[in-house]
């Protein structure tokens, strides 16, 4: 057990192992007052930080990274005693976390710095540049589920762009966002740039309210809602990653078998507790039986429990009955076990449940489960499947698996991402960016757009020779209005059809 002390706290909070139920950790209930100081001072971390240039920061973080990846066994081991992912499992989200802070890093200046930009024919007389300038502090507020790819994903971005952070880690996973932040503090040890404070909701609606230049936030629907009225008291700017109900197409053409390896591990790896995690399955008539056979071979061998097992607990308990409610309530609409229902949950080990013949409007197809369950639909045709993977209000990702119809399909899914024979393919690439659209949020992470998002754009001219046209001044001429008449008509007065 480990006690975290970041300042004179009034009280604390246990973190249990949910697999075992042991105390693993007691970390400070951190409040208004101690929220502020942490942004206080990295308000004054950030001014270095930022006059640093990009290949002195570039320099740090790539020491950071380094930090993490020799500390991976002792970083993996915190990710599964604290949310109960096997240990496998971590160290894969840590390697996936460490690419795209090597992107960022590497792709900083080529994004982000200033450069030279063309002048109209009217404004010929000026130089003009742009650059994206970071916001100073940023707040970043993670999940539990992903605890390092996901909050790394803002952070990692939020600093290679020149802002410092203050993170709050889910209060399920605090002792992961100690355990990067005293990583960073070893490679960055002249000022706090990125700092930590834990706690619950309170202390994140505090982050939000401290005055920071933008919260990125992960989390689900419902409470993305509340940080953003609490943002908006002082119009702060948000990137708000918030959850799905994602789908896999499998077109009459598809390889079966690897559709179904791919619904497997997309439904039931981290034990369903993914916001892309695959939780619809729609298959063309001609394929489904097969596909059934193939899903069915694939994930019975799959099981929930600690350590060896394939997949570990539910990490929030409440979070055991929105999986039994949504089992129960497809079984009393009709729907069929095809593996696991009713029994699977034992305690917060759920094991795979696969559900056919469920009703469009039950639970289990229209809201986000968050576990082990997959709902598997067969369809006529796939207009049939389209139509039915369109009709929510979320629009993170989908996967389709077809060998000759696939960007075709794609390009008719509304989501932010869509991954062709492979699942969740476009969220590892580095280049890509990353969000969703709807109940799924706004903004992005990853890639270029995950840079510019903790950035605001500054323009910049500079008139470089006299204008031969004076045009914002009082001592503007008829001949230079007559000009300028003449020279509309010439450049936007001519139609074209």
Known sequence: MTVHPFAPSPSTFEVHNPATGELVGVYPLHRGDEVDVAVYAATEAASWWDQLGFAQRARRLDAWRGEIARGRAALAHVIHTEMGKPISDANLEIAMALEHLTWATRNAEKVLGRRQMGSSLLTLDHSASLEYRPFGVVGVIGPWNYPVFTPLSSVSFALAAGNAVVFKPSEYTPGVGVWLAEAFTRAVPEHPVLQVVTGDGATGEALCRSGV????????????????????????????????????????????????????????????????????????????????????????????????????????????????????????????????GRDSIEGQFVQPTILTDVPDHAAAITEETFGPTLTLTRVRDIDEAIEKVNATDYGLGATVFSRHHGPAIAQRIRAGGVSINAFVAHALVPTLPLGGVGASGFGRVHGADGLKEFTYAKAVTRRRLPSPLALTTFRRTERVDAIVDTLIGILHGRSRR
């Open 213 to 340: 230049g933008k919260i990125g936030f992960t989390g689900s629907t419902a409470t993305a809602k509340k940080v953003m009225a609490a943002c908006a008291e002082n119009l702060t700017p948000v990137l708000m990653e918030c959850g799905g109900k994602d789908a896999l197409i499998v077109d009459a053409d598809a390889d079966v078998d690897a559709a179904a390896d791919a619904a497997v591990w997309g439904a039931l790896s981290n034990a369903g507790q993914t916001c892309l995690g695959i939780e619809r399955v729609y298959v063309h008539t001609r394929v489904y039986e097969q596909f059934l056979q193939a899903l069915l071979t694939a994930a019975r061998p799959v099981r929930a429990g600690d350590d060896e097992a394939e997949i570990g607990p539910i990490t929030m308990p409440k979070q055991v009955e929105v999986i039994r409610g949504h089992i129960s309530e497809a079984l009393a609409l009709g729907a069929r076990a095809l593996l696991g």
